[in-house]
């Protein structure tokens, strides 16, 4: 006996409560987002206009120019006046002068007491110096004292 096979038998599907699903339930006050919207509720940031010259005249402004001016004067200038001092610096190498005692002597030196008992301490001391100026294109000059 020929027999064909028999197809195998579908299933049914299990539902609960057996009930096939109907359409989709949505919330109350759920929103769409992927529906196009009416042009009125286009979220659009506000536009501004650019204006260049709107503020031109301000005192702001004026105050932030004389102020940007300023500075740039005074760096300007401290800029020259270190340059100068550099150029100064290395046309006159300034060196320290060298002092040295030659001589000195106490030529007099008295103690004396008083009826009060005090006692005082005179003297005379006589120094010579010597300056040595390292310098030669700066002087300097010392009077006698």
């Known amino acids: ?10 299933e049914k599907p299990v539902y609960p409560f057996n ?3 109907g359409p989709i339930q949505k919330p109350p006050g759920f929103v769409n987002n ?18 260049p010259g709107a503020h031109r005249g301000s005192k702001r402004n004026l105050c932030r120019c004389f102020c940007i001016w300023l500075s740039i004067v005074v ?18 190498r300034p060196q320290e002068p060298h002092f040295s005692v030659k001589t000195l002597q106490i ?29 030669k294109a700066l002087k300097f000059f010392y009077e006698e004292s």
């Open 1 to 10: 006996e020929d027999s064909v096979p028999a197809a195998p038998m579908k």
């Open 75 to 92: 760096l300007s200038l401290l800029l020259l006046l270190g340059i100068a001092g550099v150029i100064l610096y290395f046309i006159y």
């Open 107 to 135: 030529p007099r030196l008295a103690v004396t007491t008083s009826k009060s008992g005090d006692t005082t301490l005179s003297t005379q001391v006589s120094v010579k110096m010597e300056a040595m100026n390292a310098n």
């Open 19 to 21: 009930k096939p699903p």
């Open 34 to 51: 992927n529906q196009p919207k009416p042009k009125g509720q286009i979220y659009r940031a506000p536009f501004t206009a650019y204006r």
